[in-house]
């Protein structure tokens, strides 16, 4: 075996994306409290069929070959493809986990309209979006570009569009490998990974791939 493959058994990226997902599930059960959840611009069924579990939970996505789709791998789950089909207040959580770097300004904060349209008052929201100035693309050698936003952006956005921050971090070095050690020699890896075994929220701003906050709607 070279030193390049790893050995039977490492995790394959497949294995660390399915581990990520199932970590945001717990965190939505630590720190958002019982369902009804939404997830929001969800792109496959696999964390709404996991959320489910914890409690009613429907997706919204804006595509309607996605929504299919996700009702396909979310089985009795409802799934809809236009916002004005979501409740008032239906919601106690919403997690975000996708999707919002697609959006400019205006497109999060209408995001963040409808999520204070549908959570209930003292609804909580999950955040997670690609941090910018983040150790995790720093390591990788990205080029931050004029618009990339980075995790005290995303505050802003939070904070302007009406919500109330309750705790903030980050998802770790969640896309390895980072230069040419593999992941799994990668001693820089253990933290996120003891993050993802607690399931809770515990690594500080920028020191990983993605912005993560934990926001509540007043009132």
């Known amino acids: 075996m070279s030193d390049d493959q790893p050995p039977p058994g490492a995790p394959t990226s497949t294995a660390r994306a399915e581990r990520v997902t199932e970590w ?123 618009g990339d936003r980075d995790h005290g952006r995303w505050a802003e956005l939070l904070e302007g569009g009406g919500l109330t921050i309750l705790r903030q971090g980050s998802d770790g070095l969640s896309r390895p490998p980072y230069g040419r050690v593999p992941a799994w020699l990668d001693v820089r890896l253990l933290s996120t990974s003891s993050q993802l075994s607690a399931g809770r929220l515990v690594l500080g701003p920028g020191s990983g791939e993605a912005a993560v906050f934990v926001a509540e709607v007043p009132g």
């Open 24 to 146: 945001h599930v717990r965190v939505a059960r630590h720190h958002l409290g019982p369902g009804p959840y939404l997830d929001h611009l969800c792109t496959d069924g696999r964390r709404l069929r996991l959320l489910s579990r914890e409690g009613p939970a429907s997706g919204y996505v804006a595509d309607a070959t996605v929504v299919q789709r996700v009702r396909e791998e979310a089985p009795g789950c409802p799934v809809v493809g236009d916002p004005d089909d979501l409740p008032d207040a239906g919601f106690h959580a919403v997690v975000a986990v996708e999707g919002l770097d697609a959006l400019d300004d205006a497109g999060v904060l209408a995001a963040i309209d409808l999520w204070k349209r549908v959570l209930r008052p003292g609804g909580r929201v999950l955040v997670q979006a690609p941090d910018a100035g983040g150790r995790g693309p720093v390591l990788r050698g990205v080029e931050r570009v004029l």
